[in-house]
C-alpha cells in the first residue's frame, strides 16, 4: 500500500509541481515555451490516466487542470511581454525538452493500447446498482492494471465506491472497515450461469493486514452460460454474505454476496476476472479474457455511476 501511496504522490503531486515550475520559471523564449507547454500536457495526461486518483480524491483533477491553466496563461504573457525572440537560444535544452515529450508520447500510447482489446470479449452486466463506482486497475496494459502479468488475470478489474465527492473512505487508509464505502456493497451477478464454487468462511481483515495464503479470499466462480468453458471469478466477498452455493443455476442480476475484505487484498473492493477452462489453480493459472461491462472496456479511472 505504501508504493501505490508514493506512486500516487510522485504522479499526482510531485510531478505536476515540477513541470509547472518549469513551465513558470525556466521559459525564456517562444519556442522554449512552447515545447515545455505540451511536455506539460503529456505530463498531466499521463499523470491523469495511469495515477491512483482514489488518495486524493477523484475529483482533484480539475484543480490541477485549473492550475496549469492559469500558470500556462502567466508564463505565456511573461514570454510574449519581455521575450519574444530571444537569439540566444539554448539548443542543449531543447533537445532534452524535445526527448522528454517523444518519451512521454511513447508513454501515453502505451496508454491508449491499453484501452483497446485485440481479441474477443465476455459482456457482463454490471456488478452493482446504486452509487457511484471506480476502477482502480483494469484495462489492457501493466501502466494501468497490476494484474496484467499474470496470464489468468490479465483482463482483471478491481471495482470501489466513491462518496459523492470522489473519495472511496472517510479518512485516509483507516482501519474500520465500515468506513470503505464499498464495504458490505451488495453484489449481482454479472450472468446467467451455474455456480462451480463457492468459498466461504475466510475472516475479513483490517487492514493493512493481507492474507498470505488465500489470493481470493471468500470468492465465487460462475460457469457462464452458452459460453464454452467461459468462468467468471468474483473475489475478495464478506464473510457470511454469500447467498447461493455450489450447483446453484443464478440468474443475471440476483443479488449473490456482499464486498468484504477476504484474501490477499490491501482494502476492500470487488476483484473480477474471467477465464478459459477452470485450472486447478484458477486463481493464478489459466488464460485470462477480455471483460466489457455493459459493451465497455474499463481502465484505470473510470467512474460508472448507477
Not at 151 to 178: H, M, T, W
Amino acid at each position: 500500500m505504501i508504493k501505490y501511496l508514493l506512486n500516487t504522490l510522485i504522479l499526482l503531486v510531485i510531478l505536476p509541481i515540477l513541470s509547472f515550475m518549469n513551465l513558470y520559471y525556466f521559459t525564456n523564449n517562444l519556442i522554449e515555451w512552447f515545447i515545455l507547454f505540451i511536455q506539460t500536457i503529456l505530463l498531466l495526461t499521463l499523470s491523469l490516466k495511469i495515477g491512483r486518483l482514489y488518495w486524493i480524491g477523484t475529483y482533484t483533477k480539475y484543480f490541477i487542470l485549473i492550475i496549469f491553466a492559469i500558470i500556462a496563461g502567466i508564463s505565456l504573457n511573461q514570454v510574449i511581454k519581455y521575450s519574444v525572440i530571444d537569439y540566444n537560444i539554448d539548443y542543449l535544452k531543447i533537445i532534452i525538452n524535445i526527448l522528454i515529450v517523444f518519451v512521454l508520447t511513447i508513454y501515453l500510447y502505451r496508454t491508449f493500447i491499453g484501452s483497446i482489446i485485440e481479441t474477443k470479449s465476455i459482456n457482463l452486466g454490471f456488478p452493482f446498482k446504486d452509487g457511484i463506482f471506480y476502477t482502480v486497475d483494469a484495462g489492457n496494459s501493466s501502466l494501468t492494471n497490476n494484474h496484467y502479468n499474470n496470464e489468468v488475470q490479465k483482463y482483471a478489474v478491481d471495482f470501489y465506491k466513491l462518496n459523492k465527492y470522489g473519495f472511496r473512505c472517510n479518512g485516509i487508509y483507516p482501519k474500520n472497515l465500515s468506513k470503505y464505502y464499498i464495504y458490505n456493497e451488495p453484489l449481482y451477478s454479472p450472468v446467467d450461469g451455474h455456480i462451480i464454487k463457492v468459498i466461504d468462511g475466510i475472516e475479513d481483515l483490517i487492514p493493512p493486514k493481507r492474507d498470505q495464503i488465500s489470493r481470493a479470499g471468500n470468492h465465487i466462480v460462475i460457469k457462464i452460460k452458452n459460453e464454452e468453458d467461459k468462468f467468471l471469478l468474483l473475489g475478495h466477498l464478506k464473510k457470511g454474505s454469500i447467498s447461493i452455493k455450489e450447483g446453484d443455476e443464478v440468474k443475471k442480476g440476483k443479488m449473490i454476496a456482499r464486498i468484504g475484505n477476504t484474501g490477499r487484498t490491501e482494502e476492500p473492493h470487488l476483484h473480477i476476472h474471467c477465464m478459459q477452462n477452470m485450472k486447478e489453480d484458477y486463481v493464478l493459472k489459466g488464460k485470462g479474457i477480455p471483460i466489457t461491462f455493459d459493451g465497455k472496456f474499463l481502465i484505470r479511472n473510470n467512474i460508472i455511476k448507477k
